[in-house]
């Protein structure tokens, strides 16, 4: 939670100035995302400023940045052309509710099962798309569009070499914008995007009856919303703790997002999450601190209800060179360099990730990456080895070493053990083994019913208690030895 008396006043400088280029950058950003819903400007810019003000207060990580975003308005863009707005409104309150059931059941902790190379790639893919939908503005561009943004990226990539006072951003859009205005330069400018003038955002109730009929629509949507908002919102926060060295409270940045969104829906917004474009410059600008994600969402609501008129002379060409850049950045260029380096699967993991990202939806491409990474885990790990060796009273003793699960039963049934020239008296030794879901179990079951209908004796050794509990349940052909077990058997199965 944001409180003065925790704040540290040091960087009070960098967090206001890199707040209002983010203020600035918002802009384009939130009027060209309610357009493809096909809502007023209004609708994208209610959500940056009530979406960005909550979790910049009480978000798991300081200084991070949220908003309308590309990959929630394509979700929602059949809702909207089917219902409507009103539809989307209450899509959007249902969508903060799942969230922040989410975040109080403590579920955000699972995004550390994303492997880092879908992460990896996650980062790449985004960087593609954020430069993609920069060209969008370059449709009728004449020559002054192509020197604005050129212009931008230098100023972007040389100044901080210099000087750091002042951010990059902020130079390029206030000198590049006295330049454009007084020399009369023919190009785009915020407001050829639409009016962005309006009043503070009221609080109603979507008019749509909300019924079960009404829930039916809007429950897959709000679903899909939800989680595909925290998939983003934590995958950039995973981002930012590694650009920043400080771990954020993913539980928090869940229930963050949900106060937000259902707060957005009440207050005539759409469901956002968080930018990751966005945040990078937050972040490289000097906002290291809420104050700067604050300050970002007051001076953009400050810009619609008093300053609409001087931010639509801002040229969009320096908005767009400052995205170029911020895509430049966002990228992990030193992935692509590790390609050859890496594991073939974890090469795989990355450019598959980066490609679903980029064509199709992020959610699938991240959760593509965790499933491959889980079955090549699974393949890498499906491998039991053995040593035999015989006691004095001519019984033969299975040691195994590895773990014992569905991708290793199969090995383990047909392959580790000589059932037919074993002698009458058999152990499997498994104090290196373990045991790790009901296929193992179900595995030794049917090795010991082998032996069994062989007429030979199997004794299993070093079982653990709740093992043999669940040996027993799960057939009656096992027969153990007692002793003391150096493992545990893993139970949720």
Request: contains cysteine; hydrophobic residues 50%.
């Amino acid at each position: 939670m944001f409180t003065l008396k925790n704040y540290d006043t040091s960087n009070t400088k960098n967090d206001v100035l890199s707040g209002t280029v983010v203020a600035v950058a918002l802009v384009p950003e939130a009027i060209a995302f309610a357009l493809v819903a096909g809502f007023s400007p209004l609708v994208g810019l209610y959500t940056a400023f009530i979406l960005g003000l909550i979790t910049a207060l009480i978000g798991g990580k300081a200084g991070m940045i949220s908003g309308a975003t590309g990959a929630m308005v394509v979700v929602m863009v059949s809702l909207a052309q089917s219902h409507g707005l009103e539809y989307v409104l209450w899509a959007t309150i249902l969508t903060g509710l799942i969230q922040v059931a989410i975040g109080m059941a403590k579920l955000g902790k699972f995004i550390r099962f994303v492997p880092q190379p879908a992460i990896f790639g996650f980062v790449n893919g985004l960087a593609v798309v954020i430069a993609m939908s920069q060209f969008q503005f370059f449709k009728d561009a004449g020559i002054m569009m192509y020197v604005l943004v050129i212009t931008t990226m230098l100023i972007m990539f040389y100044l901080p070499k210099y000087t750091k006072v002042v951010p990059a951003g902020l130079v390029a859009i206030v000198v590049l914008t006295l330049i454009a205005y007084f020399a009369g330069f023919d190009t785009k400018t915020v407001s050829d995007l639409g009016n962005i003038s309006g009043g503070l955002p009221t609080f109603a109730l979507p008019d749509a009856p909300f019924s079960f009929d009404t829930l039916m629509i809007i429950l897959p949507y709000s679903v899909i919303l939800a989680l595909v908002g925290l998939i983003e919102s934590l995958l950039t926060l995973s981002v930012l703790d590694e650009m920043g060295g400080k771990r954020g409270s993913a539980n928090k940045e869940c229930i963050a997002q949900g106060v937000g969104n259902t707060t957005c829906g009440f207050f005539g917004g759409m469901a956002g999450c968080a930018m990751i474009g966005q945040s990078i410059i937050n972040f490289t600008s000097g906002g290291l601190t809420r104050l700067s994600s604050a300050v970002a969402a007051i001076l953009l609501i400050t810009f619609v209800v008093s300053l609409s008129d001087i931010i639509g002379v801002i040229p969009i060409a320096v908005l767009v060179g400052i995205m170029f850049i911020v895509s430049m950045n966002t990228f992990e260029w030193a992935s692509v360099n590790r390609l050859n380096k890496m594991h073939k699967s974890d090469a795989f993991i990355l450019v598959t990730v980066t490609v679903i990202t980029i064509f199709a939806d992020l959610a699938i491409a991240v959760i593509s990456g965790v499933i491959i990474s889980a079955l090549v885990f699974a393949y890498q790990h499906a491998k039991i080895t053995k040593r035999t060796r015989m006691e004095e009273d001519g019984t033969k003793v299975y040691e195994l070493e590895g773990p014992l699960f569905f991708g290793s039963a199969v090995q383990f049934r047909n392959e580790i053990f000589d059932i037919n020239n074993d002698p009458q008296s058999v152990v499997i030794d498994f104090s290196n083994t373990r045991v790790m879901d009901s296929s193992g179990i179900e595995a030794i079951d049917k090795v010991t019913k082998k032996y069994t209908e062989s007429g030979k004796r199997l004794k299993l050794r070093h079982l653990s208690d709740d093992c043999i509990e669940a040996l027993s349940n799960a057939g009656e052909f096992c027969i153990h030895e007692i002793d003391n077990p150096t493992y545990k058997v893993v139970r949720d199965f």
